[in-house]
């Protein structure tokens, strides 16, 4: 006896068999799609970049993934149906580039200088800053004195 195509479409037309359970009426049916097919892309490994151009494609699949580890390569074939052949890549593993170092400091410089220079004009603007708050002292009456 063959079943219905279209489960769930006309649910009291199809009679199914005895071994099978009529779900109560009313509630949807769970479609079960049974699939032999892969859905995802095949993996196959190879010795060399010869085997794999040389290995055979699925038309209807997504591709083959072909990875020659003892060359570090990684191959992918797939069919084109635009062009009725078979599209072949090939890639490379690759060390990631280098950062730029930057440029190391002259051997012969030395900051404590530099530091002991700001340090004093540092001081300079410190004492410059304490003569204006005296000044402003004997001109506002005080008014600085209180702060």
Aim: glycine content about 12%.
């Amino acid at each position: 006896m063959y079943g219905n195509p279209y489960p769930g479409a006309y649910p009291g037309v199809y009679n199914p068999g005895p071994n099978v359970i009529n779900p109560p009426a009313g509630q949807p049916q769970a479609q079960t799609l049974v699939n032999n097919q892969n859905a995802g892309y095949v993996c196959r490994p190879v010795t060399s970049r010869e085997e794999a151009v040389a290995s055979q494609v699925d038309f209807l699949g997504p591709g083959t993934i072909m990875p020659d580890f003892g060359h570090g390569m990684i191959y992918f074939k797939r069919f084109n149906p635009n062009s009725g052949g078979a599209d072949f890549f090939d890639f490379s593993v690759q060390p990631p580039p280098q950062a730029q170092q930057t440029a190391p400091m002259a051997q012969g410089y030395d900051p404590r200088g530099d530091i002991e220079a700001l340090r004093g004009d540092f001081n300079n603007l410190r004492g410059e800053l304490e003569e204006m708050k005296k000044a402003g002292q004997k001109r506002t009456g005080g008014k600085a004195a209180e702060q």
